[in-house]
Structure formats: C-alpha cells, structure tokens
C-alpha cells in the first residue's frame, strides 16, 4: 500500500544540478524561495518573518533503490546504511531543512540557506519545537 | 502530480486511540517498537542503541483537509494556519519524532516516547545532526 502525497508547493533556487548542490544547508546553500500552491495558502496564515522553521521537501532527483551509500560520496568512507546518513538517496527521499524565514511575499517565502533544487517539491512546513533541539 | 510514498514499516505501541495520544512525544508517550519491512533491512544495519534519531511517520487517521486548527485542540486559543503547529491534520500528515533507540532486535527497533498510533506507517528515520538543534 503506497501513500499518495501531494505537493503543497516547490523551491525556486539557483541551484539546478545535483553537484551543484551543498551536502547541508549550512554548508553554503543559497537562499530560496519557497512557493506555495493556492489550495493551502490559509495554512500559512501565522508564518513570519524571522521565524526558524522545519521544511521537509521531496528529493524528486534521488534514487530510491539504495540502502547503503558512501557518506557524503566519499569512497574513501565506509560504506553505511541509509538510515544513519542524510544521504537523498534513500527509500523516501524526504528532506528535512531547518532554515529561517527571511521574507513572505503573498504565496511566497523567501528562506534562509537550503541545499535543495530548483523544482524540488515542498510536502509539508512545520514550526520548531524545543523538543527538536534539546539534547 | 501525487508521489507515492511507500512505507519501510510500522509502529507497534500500546496507543491504539487518536484520544490516548499525548501531544508530543515528551509529553508521557510511552515507548514503541518499530517494525522494518524486510527490503529495507540493508538500511539500517548502523543504528547504535543510544543513538537519538528522527523517525518520520505517516499519520494515517490524520484529516488532511485541514489548513487552520486551534493549538492542542484547545478552543480558548485562537485558530493557527496549521503550517505554524505540530497539528497531525494538515494536507500531508507526516509526523516527525525525535526518539533515543532503546533496543535493536532483528528488524525491530525499541524507541523512547513515541506518539504515534499502533499501525502507524513509518516513512523514514535519519540521524540527528549539530544543524537541526543549534540555535
């Protein structure tokens, strides 16, 4: 049984190539727009800037066969299971990026550093909890 | 366009009713085992026990017409777009746990309080990086 999950919008980023692309969006990821489909705009209603929030996007562009990957693509690395790694490729290529609201624009959100591509899906915005980040 | 998400196992946990379910998961949820579809086994074969992870889950008995919803199903507060809560109903119900493994039997792992529901669909689990709890 698959479940259907429908886009709730996409990322505009310079970024189009996965090489292109930061392994982490602390690592030098441009600025994003997050663009919004008009069926959910109310959800994003209590959205401001400034605000720190999780995104999870669809890695459309990752393979879903692959289990076991090399961190960070480097061979010299031992190989690992996928559910220890942030790798894309895995069986649900969910991404999940903490970044900061910059700007709001209608229904657009101008977002801090994400390493994901141009065209990328967004599946769902959810605020921080201190849960998230206690240690 | 609907992507299909397939599920990589599911919850087992004494919580069966969407009304037993604590809020969050620090909120006295009790412990749950999760329970790995055999094709996805070769992914988890570096979980540690102790290690802390982030385990997205499919909410299945979520409503995901729901774009604005009163906090914690708590009338006295005003509604809130839902992309500013944690509220399982939202178009795409993933719910996303910060759990500690407790146990690792086989293709099942024992985590600390997890909210979800028995049956529960599990769609990923990653590690927790420096990136997500600083502030």
Known sequence: MSIAVEPIGWVESPLVERDQAPRQGDEGAPEAWLVFVDSVLDGLRDLRVGAEVIVLTWFDRACRDTLVVHPRG?????????????????????????????????KRLRVSGLEALNGTPLVDVKPVLDRDTER
């Open 74 to 106: 480097d061979r010299s690395r031992p190989a690992q299971g996928v559910f220890s790694t942030r790798s894309p490729d895995r069986p649900n290529p969910i991404g999940l990026h903490r970044v900061r609201i910059l700007a709001i624009e209608g």
